[in-house]
């Protein structure tokens, strides 16, 4: 079971972070692989609805990192926040992107080596 959801770039604790691009919220694919994850997902996409509505349900990074145990997440489409940064800044910027999706789930999985060879200077 899975979702597509909506990550706000900017996080409601923290009102004062600036907003990278247009504004608008990062696509997000979640899949639970058991059932704790059913469970997160749950209680995040009914997070995004009562706590996180502003014109469509979004969740914040900070709210995803607390209920990431049993997550798989997914790059999404090309509004998704790796792509974005691929498109928008340079590769580094999407491989730091992708640590910090690693960091936040207790599972994380590298299909593509392209982060641990990519040179300090090279942009996509």
Known sequence: ???ET???R??????GRPIR???????LV???K?????QNLVALVTAAHLEGYYYRPRMDKE???????GLIALSACLQGELARALMDESLDAACAVARSIGRSSATATTT???CHTASPNRSA
């Open 1 to 3: 079971m899975g979702i």
């Open 6 to 8: 909506y990550v706000a």
């Open 21 to 27: 691009g247009h504004g608008k919220p990062f696509h």
């Open 30 to 32: 979640l899949l639970a």
């Open 34 to 38: 058991d059932f704790s994850g059913y």
């Open 112 to 114: 593509s080596s392209s």
């Open 63 to 69: 709210l995803l990192r607390e209920r990431s145990q």
């Open 10 to 15: 900017k996080s409601p604790s923290r009102p």
